[in-house]
């Protein structure tokens, strides 16, 4: 613990004390096993931070153990600051959610106040983590009732209608049980272990899936391809991961999902909007998202692209990014991705097809219902679950008999879709699979964003080398595995706690953004507004012109001109979210140019998936 300029090793006392004969028989001087703890806390502290230098290196500061951490700097100061000042006004706007982005990942990875401890693999406590998470997943089952009651055709009783394919609790409940997976990977330290590897980077490749399929329905249902939209998507996805880079002082890169999930968004946005007018023709489609595929994978896999993009980003705006390690997550998920998409389009398709109704809309409008059509998918729908039951075994045997992950990682992105697809047709294949779900699983689901990022901070520490540890509970417990064993419960109530606060106020700081006016109780957005309500300039009156000659200053002693002004530039940045976004690009870009340090590349960044550059050579 350092005090001032001083180093004082309180951890040589409680060498002593678990010691029952610390001393050598002459009572002055420590025996050998005391004196090489005492030793090594020495040498930790000066090694890993002056020669391994923690502090000038920053980022990654993987070190669990005397690390000499560096003082906040101006730029976090100054977020710091503007947080407390801001937050009493935050309040004021909105009581009904005060919640806000704190220092909690700084105050636990960035100074000395908590412990932090190694992690090693052990199977039992990754099979027991990964029973009780089933357990909680099958209590919590429970009936999807949305909608309303609907009569049969045969029967005057009344039912609750079946949920679609991949319904929002589906893929909520979906996200959620993969998110507890992955969160369960990184805690354990099984990122060494190839076969858990394997399962953890089909997982992600879901969520890409579920990208693809999720947002392809939604451009066709809603149609809607503005930049408000556009927008909200990426601040949602992005906001959390930006403010942490800064605040945490690390790089973007760093907290992967949310740029990777943001490339793949912009990638099917343009894929579905361009040429939309023709988006009824399925033929044009599957050309289209075919040329799509083409080239965003020549895009990826062309050396000397995505080089000279992060080398302007590096000169214009001081942003260092690893291109060798972005290229390769991306060439892992190349594929996945464009299954998702057809996949939506074939949901669209069929779905419209096979509606009762002639005379409901229809997204391909020249396609007719026959009952051929349903019969063809009654029949496809039996094959299709017998080899959804074999795939995932054959799946695995293929994958356990790759003997490196080069060798898995090389063949993995065509052929993640198979168990991906097989484990759509068995979670829907009848009525009752589709109707129930699992409410804790979908709460996770609906925080994965939340729950994936701040992991890094939270529940692991170090920048994921090391686990975090109160301490406090080892003598209440007996002993140091009944302490991590109520850590870990502790913890993690307040790590789902903190990621769901996190998430409403993200939520609502994106609305902020997208519409500084949403969220208001004043607002009516059913009542008639003017010119002047909607910030559109208006002719001026003689009477206006007279007032404002006759009254010449405002009684604070500004001016009136200046006051119009200050009132036109409130009014710019409130009703252009143009300005917005210029505006927030712009003090990214300052913050980088101003404070941003280049990350120290030479030794491996940790990732949550166990999956980088680095694990190319096998290991």
Not at 221 to 226: E, H, Q, V, W
Not at 385 to 407: D, G, M, Q, W
Request: proline share 4%; charged share 15%.
């Amino acid at each position: 613990m350092a005090i001032g300029n001083v180093t004082v090793p309180w951890i040589f006392s409680s060498t002593t004390a678990l010691d029952p004969a610390p001393y050598q028989t002459d009572r002055l001087h420590f025996d050998e096993t005391a004196a090489s703890q005492m030793s090594d806390v020495l040498l930790n502290l000066r090694c890993n931070a002056v020669v391994r230098g923690a502090s000038v290196k920053g980022y990654p500061m993987d070190k669990t153990c005397c690390n000499s951490y560096d003082q906040p700097s101006w730029t976090q100061a100054a977020i710091l600051n503007a947080s407390i000042f801001l937050s009493p006004i935050l309040v004021l706007i909105t009581s009904r959610d005060s919640n806000r982005l704190t220092f909690l990942p700084r105050r636990i990875n960035r100074i000395q106040l908590f412990n932090k401890v190694q992690k090693q693999y052990n199977t039992t406590e990754f099979s027991l983590l990964f029973v009780f998470t089933l357990k909680l997943g099958v209590l919590s089952i429970r009936h999807s009732t949305t909608g309303p009651l609907q009569k049969t055709p045969h029967s005057s009783i009344q039912q609750v209608p079946d949920e679609p394919y991949l319904s929002r609790h589906q893929t909520d409940e979906w996200k959620g049980w993969m998110q507890i997976i992955i969160l369960i990977y990184p805690y354990t330290g099984a990122s060494k272990v190839l076969w858990v590897y394997e399962i953890i980077r089909l997982l992600v490749a879901s969520y890409i899936f579920l990208s693809g399929f999720g947002h392809t329905i939604s451009f066709y249902r809603k149609a809607d391809y503005s930049l408000r939209r556009c927008a909200a998507v990426l601040i949602r996805l992005n906001l959390l991961s930006c403010v942490l880079l800064y605040v945490m002082k690390t790089n973007y890169l760093f907290y992967y999902f949310a740029p990777l999930i943001s490339f793949w968004y912009m990638v099917i946005y343009l894929t579905i909007a361009i040429g939309r007018s023709r988006n009824e023709s399925i033929n044009f489609l599957l050309a289209k998202t075919l040329i799509s595929g083409v080239g965003v994978n020549a895009l990826i896999r062309t050396p000397g692209l995505f080089e000279a993009l992060f080398y302007f980003l590096e000169k214009t705006c001081n942003i260092h990014w690893d291109v060798s390690e972005w290229r390769f997550r991306l060439q892992l998920d190349s594929y996945i991705v464009y299954a998702g998409i057809l996949c939506g389009i074939a949901f669209v398709y069929l779905s419209d097809a096979l509606r009762s109704d002639p005379h409901e809309y229809k997204v391909f409008g020249r396609f007719r219902v026959h009952s051929s059509v349903q019969r063809v998918v009654r029949e496809i729908r039996i094959v299709s679950v017998v080899l959804a039951v074999a795939t995932p075994f054959l799946y695995f045997l293929f994958a356990r008999a790759s003997p490196k992950k080069f060798v898995y990682n090389t063949f993995f992105p065509g052929i993640s879709w198979m168990p991906i697809l097989a484990f759509v047709i068995l979670r829907n294949v009848n009525r009752h699979a589709r109707n129930f779900y699992s409410s804790i699983f979908a709460w996770v689901g609906r925080h994965s964003l939340e729950t994936f990022t701040l992991q890094f901070h939270i529940w692991l520490v170090a920048d994921t080398k090391g686990l975090l540890a109160l301490g406090v509970f080892e003598p209440m417990t007996g002993g140091a595995n009944g302490g991590r064993i109520v850590d870990f419960v502790v913890l993690s109530i307040i790590f789902l706690w903190v990621c769901w606060h996190v998430a409403t106020a993200t939520q609502t700081l994106t609305n902020w953004i997208i519409d500084p006016s949403e969220g208001r109780e004043d607002v009516r957005i059913d009542e008639n507004v003017n010119a002047e309500a909607e910030g559109l300039p208006r002719t001026r009156s003689n009477e206006d012109v007279r007032e404002g000659h006759n009254q010449g200053r405002a009684a604070n002693g500004v001016s009136v001109g200046a006051m119009r002004s200050a009132s036109l530039l409130k009014k710019l940045v409130a009703g252009d979210l143009r300005v917005r976004l210029a505006l927030i690009v712009g003090v990214m870009w300052l913050l980088n140019v101003v404070s941003r340090q280049k990350a120290d590349f030479s030794s491996e960044v940790y990732s949550l998936t166990g999956f980088s550059k680095h694990t190319l050579d096998g290991t």
